[in-house]
């Protein structure tokens, strides 16, 4: 049986390429997409914790964050479709309008 | 396996009495979106009286729980219903209230009456409810994203201006970050303990610290991305950078209301997490705390001092609001790791009179938007003295407040703050944030010159509907009285903080 600490590292690689990828990347596309990697390593964590402790709350846990992260993508993609048809660009270091 | 399905039944109905206010609010937001379909495009503006309904109706269910005192624990542990929740249920429904009032005709101006609007705000609240009674990571991360999700809707809800769609972008894509980064720190707070009830939690840190003393390493990640995600939802230094943007972007309504009531169910959170699962390591984090707190308050005023934008200013303002909040928490630890009540007690009175005075502020810059002016900019403000004299005496009420200068709400809700302070034996930190209401007396009475000194060249007079004056009503007077006569309110706090987390 695989330990579960593997399974933290794995997670806490995911996440730190995620955060990577939400501070470097100019497309908003892909930086919704790291988020996306966030959640799903902690979905990793829960369910390798879940496995550990031989209850299901983690699973559980590691659903509701699975239909967090489509009502999140669901609702980004929304507002992104309207800032797209108003300025025909994606890249962040265009949003100007406001200061950063 | 047998399923007792009875007593499940059973309980599940007994179990639905503690979520009344929450459900009150779902149910009066689902019949606002329905009606909506019934009403031409004229009757838009009664959408706000079922919203406001809804409002009523779960505020009357908070009175009832209110009277009942004590606190209950339903859906297995999973919800808690304490003085804590019932004080901060009312500040939600409150600035809720304040909030549809003052929108009905600024969202007629937009030419943007939907019913969808006021149903979301609700949703909002009904995250903010939840957020403030969870008693469970689950529910805690859910309600937070039901409150987070409607309002990057609500700031991006006048879709052809191009301003509300960029803070909408940013607020987005920020905020998911932040929870994805909170979400971690939940994985991990689960990991340490084996479930994910927030009292069970506390028991495996409280071990966790006797065992292996400061230096836990699962402990601080958890403390360090737990803290980070809250501190991005309260906007404060370092993760206050979209604030500014979402403020100035978003419906002016919609600014009062994330600046105002997500920051207090932010809060909630943070007192929840920090005051239970957080609280056997409490000498790590109030170090912490008082950097943030010191930041906050330095970069808020700096960057205030510039602003040429009412909105953008405000947001700043809020930030510094923030550092002042944050350092009541940092008073109510004791250098010997006890809980001091007078900390507490500032950060309650802080919350609840805030809500009401920078509402007020921000429903000024309400009055001021008319056909193609924004009323954003500082000069839009010029002669309001003569244009209408009542809101220039209300506005000089609340940013006197927002300053801190008496006989207002903000004055006795710093000098508790200050109290506090001397009183846990931080005096410099209360020096220090006594001289940084210098500097924000100067780019108040910036705006406050504005409205007497300088001449108008805009010769359209605001004018208060009715809804905005009952709003400007109650804000008002809360900021008042609870400045004159603080007792009250200052008991309904204490009674709120002080029974769940007075130890």
Same mark, same amino acid.
């Given at each position: 049986?695989?330990?579960?600490?593997?399974?933290?590292?794995?997670?806490?690689?995911?996440?730190?390429?995620?955060?990577i990828g939400v501070l470097t990347r100019r497309n908003v596309i892909i930086i919704l997409m790291s988020i996306e990697l966030i959640l799903n390593a902690v979905n990793i964590n829960l369910v390798a914790f879940?496995?550990?402790?031989?209850?299901?709350?983690?699973?559980?846990?590691?659903?509701?964050?699975?239909?967090?992260?489509?009502?999140?993508a669901a609702v980004g993609l929304g507002i992104i479709l309207a800032f797209f048809r108003n300025r025909e660009t994606l890249l962040a270091d265009e949003m100007d309008m406001l200061k950063w | 396996m047998q399923v007792p399905w009875q007593d499940v039944f059973e309980q599940t109905r007994r179990d639905f009495v503690f979520i009344l206010p929450e459900a009150m609010l779902a149910c009066f937001g689902l019949a606002t979106l329905l009606l909506d379909?019934?009403?031409?495009?004229?009757?838009?503006?009664?959408?706000?009286l079922t919203a406001m309904l809804g409002v009523a109706f779960s505020g009357g269910a908070l009175v009832l729980m209110y009277k009942m005192q004590g606190q209950a624990y339903a859906f297995s542990n999973s919800i808690i219903i304490d003085p804590f929740f019932i004080f901060f249920g009312f500040i939600f429904l409150a600035s809720t209230a304040l909030v549809i009032l003052i929108s009905?005709?600024?969202?007629?101006?937009?030419?943007?009456?939907?019913?969808?609007?006021?149903?979301?705000?609700?949703?909002a609240t009904v995250g903010m409810m939840f957020l403030a009674c969870g008693n469970d990571l689950i529910v805690l991360f859910v309600a937070l994203e039901t409150m987070a999700l409607?309002?990057?809707?609500?700031? !991006?809800? +006048?879709?052809?201006?191009?301003? $509300? /769609?960029?803070?909408? =972008?940013?607020?987005?894509l920020l905020g998911a970050f932040s929870s994805g980064i909170l979400a971690y720190g939940f994985s991990i707070l689960y990991g340490i303990s084996g479930s994910t009830n927030l009292i069970v939690i506390a028991n495996a840190i409280t071990e966790r610290s006797t065992r292996y003393g400061h230096g836990d390493v699962l402990t601080i990640l958890a403390l360090g991305t737990v803290s980070a995600g809250v501190f991005f939802k309260i906007a404060a230094v370092p993760f206050h950078q979209w604030a500014p943007d979402v403020y100035e972007g978003a419906p002016t309504p919609i600014s009062a209301y994330v600046s105002v009531a997500s920051k207090a169910a932010s809060f909630a959170l943070l007192l929840r997490l920090f005051l239970t699962v957080f609280w056997p390591v409490n000498l790590d984090w109030v170090v912490v705390m008082e950097?943030?707190?010191?930041?906050?308050?330095?970069? !808020?005023? +700096?960057?205030?001092?510039?602003? $040429? /934008?009412?909105?953008? =200013?405000l947001a700043y303002s809020s930030i510094t609001q923030v550092g002042y909040i944050l350092l009541g928490l940092v008073a109510s630890v004791n250098s010997d790791g006890t809980l001091h009540e007078r900390?507490?007690?500032?950060?309650?009175?802080?919350?609840?009179?805030?809500?009401?005075?920078?509402?007020?502020?921000?429903?000024?810059?309400?009055?001021l938007r008319h056909k193609g002016v924004i009323g954003d900019d500082v000069d839009d403000l010029n002669g309001l003295i003569q244009r209408n004299p009542g809101a220039a005496v209300l506005m000089l009420i609340f940013l006197l407040s927002l300053a801190g200068i008496p006989p207002t709400a903000g004055f006795f809700a710093k000098l508790l703050v200050f109290w506090a302070l001397i009183e846990t034996g931080h005096t410099y930190l209360a020096v220090l944030s006594v001289l940084y209401i210098l500097p924000a007396v100067y780019y108040?009475?910036?705006?406050?010159?504005?409205?007497?000194?300088?001449?108008?060249?805009?010769?359209?007079?605001?004018?208060?509907?009715?809804?905005?004056?009952?709003?400007?009503?109650?804000?008002?007077?809360?900021?008042l009285a609870a400045g004159i006569f603080p007792e009250q309110f200052l008991r309904f706090a204490t009674y709120s903080l002080l029974i769940p987390f007075g130890r």
């Open positions: 049986m695989v330990p579960v600490d593997h399974y933290l590292w794995l997670s806490l690689a995911l996440f730190t390429i995620g955060v879940s496995h550990m402790f031989g209850n299901v709350d983690g699973q559980v846990f590691a659903i509701f964050i699975i239909t967090d992260a489509a009502a999140e | 379909f019934f009403l031409t495009k004229k009757e838009k503006s009664w959408n706000s009905v005709k600024y969202m007629e101006i937009e030419k943007e009456q939907h019913g969808e609007y006021y149903a979301l705000m609700l949703f409607s309002f990057y809707v609500l700031t !991006g809800f +006048l879709r052809r201006d191009r301003k $509300s /769609n960029e803070a909408a =972008l940013k607020y987005v950097a943030v707190a010191v930041l906050s308050l330095t970069v !808020g005023t +700096l960057a205030a001092i510039t602003q $040429s /934008n009412i909105k953008r =200013l900390g507490l007690q500032a950060m309650a009175f802080y919350l609840f009179v805030y809500a009401f005075f920078n509402t007020g502020a921000f429903a000024i810059v309400i009055l108040y009475f910036r705006l406050v010159a504005a409205m007497w000194v300088k001449e108008s060249t805009d010769p359209v007079r605001p004018v208060i509907s009715l809804a905005q004056k009952f709003a400007f009503a109650a804000m008002v007077m809360v900021t």
